[in-house]
């Protein structure tokens, strides 16, 4: 199988239709002078960086996916080497790795980050009753659970010693809602209100939307942006059911530390 075969497996499963607007133009292959290649192995990663094409070259990884996209300039410009990224993309290129990016495409896709991030809430969640359609990031599930609880079950989850709590606090929880990634908008307080949940769990919160959510009587969970690397299972998962053998990254490129 070549490279170009997995990608375009990829493309079938979150066809860059479905992408957002805003980052519809950085979706596909960073690095594609090897798609014609023999495909070894894949890896997931939230963000690109040294150290994780250091544990692709350590993994005979020939194909990252990564979630972020980087606008680079085009490698054949002098524009390139000036670039912040550029000698992390000389080493792809050297390694003879494609990087192939999936960003807001992965996110509402079938079997994507938000379905995945969902599922390790609500274990009835079923991928293919879901509903997958370009900037559909919001997941909603039932909770009836002390919120003292429901928090200590968010911290296990996202493996954080610490979340913000903002808005309107509330001692029980019913119903819950969450995007992945930058969902703190305030369209998206009122996104969790027009569905009547009690708490909206989300990363990099804007301070107006604290004020949309008091207004609201919604509480807010603000947990790091980062939480997407949790939906990576399930890709890895059905790739490798499919023989494309696939691993998730280990390396956690959260440029932020709580101290």
């Known amino acids: 199988m070549k490279i170009s075969e997995v990608i375009r497996i990829l493309d079938n499963l979150y066809p860059k239709d479905i992408a957002s607007d805003f980052d519809a133009k950085v979706i596909g292959d960073f690095t594609c002078f090897y798609n014609d290649y023999d495909f070894k192995k894949a890896m997931i990663c ?5 150290e994780v094409i250091n544990e692709a070259i350590t993994n005979d990884v020939n194909l990252i996916i990564v979630h972020h ?30 990087v192939y990016c999936m960003h807001t ?14 599922k390790l809430f609500n274990r009835k969640f079923d991928f293919e009753k879901s509903e997958n359609y370009k900037n559909y990031f919001m997941r909603t599930f039932i909770v009836n659970q002390p919120t003292e609880l429901f928090i200590k079950k968010v911290k296990k989850i996202f493996k954080c010693n610490k979340v913000i709590l903002k808005g309107v606090y509330k ?7 969450i995007i992945a990634g930058s969902g703190g908008h305030d369209y998206d ?47 890895a998962e059905l790739l490798n059911k499919m023989n494309i053998p696939t691993i998730e990254s280990r ?3 959260s440029p932020y530390k709580i101290v």
Do not use: Q, W
């Not at 939230?46 to 040294?50: A, V, W």
């Not at 996104?191 to 604290?210: F, L, M, P, R």
């Open 46 to 50: 939230l963000d690109i960086t040294d």
């Open 69 to 98: 996209p980087i606008d680079i300039p085009d490698p054949g410009t002098s524009n390139f080497f000036l670039f912040p990224f550029s000698t992390i993309f000389e080493k792809s290129f050297k390694n003879k790795i494609t």
């Open 105 to 118: 495409n992965y996110d509402v896709g079938r079997y994507g980050i938000c379905d995945s991030i969902v």
């Open 171 to 177: 001692d029980f929880i019913n119903k819950a809602s």
């Open 189 to 235: 307080v009122c996104k969790a209100y027009e569905n009547k949940v009690d708490v909206h769990i989300t990363g990099e919160i804007k301070h107006v939307s604290v004020l949309y959510a008091s207004y609201s009587n919604i509480m807010l969970i603000e947990v790091p942006h980062n939480i997407e690397r949790f939906g990576f299972y399930k890709l």
């Open 251 to 253: 390396i956690d490129t």
